[in-house]
């Protein structure tokens, strides 16, 4: 069964933006802490960003803080990643996930229960 379906990736120019969505239809998502994680070629899936519900709580890894900045629209039951100045290194396949009600402590993927099918971000001149 599928849980998250994410849209929004694209092949773009370095400094240009993408913005992420990912939304369910079986899940409700205020009640769960959300994240985004992506896989570059031959990499580990590595922790992105995560926000609690209410918004209380937001975690970027540092090489994004500052370009990329998680929401949630909880009336759409969908959350978003915006990705600003972005980089070659930003690269890769990215995917939504979904938590407990708080962002897990070690951000590591094996802490989130439910998964999307991931969209590919290329950013390329």
């Known amino acids: 069964q599928v849980h998250l379906v994410e849209s929004g990736g694209g092949v773009v120019q370095p400094g240009g933006s993408l913005k992420l969505s990912c939304a369910s239809t079986?899940?409700?998502?205020?009640?769960?802490?959300v994240g985004w994680f992506r896989q570059a070629p031959g990499g580990e899936r590595e922790g992105v960003s995560c926000?609690?519900?209410?918004?209380?709580?937001?975690y970027y890894r540092d090489s994004v803080k500052g370009r990329f900045t998680i929401s949630r629209d909880d009336a759409k039951n969908t959350f978003y990643l915006q990705m600003d100045s972005l980089k070659p290194e930003d690269t890769a396949v990215y995917y939504c996930?979904?938590?407990?009600?708080?962002?897990?402590?070690?951000?590591?993927?094996?802490?989130?229960?439910?998964w999307g099918q991931g969209t590919q971000v290329t950013v390329s001149s």
């Open positions: 996930a979904a938590a407990g009600s708080n962002c897990p402590p070690n951000g590591r993927p094996y802490e989130y229960r439910y």
């Open positions: 926000i609690n519900p209410g918004d209380a709580y937001t």
């Open positions: 079986v899940l409700t998502l205020p009640s769960h802490a």
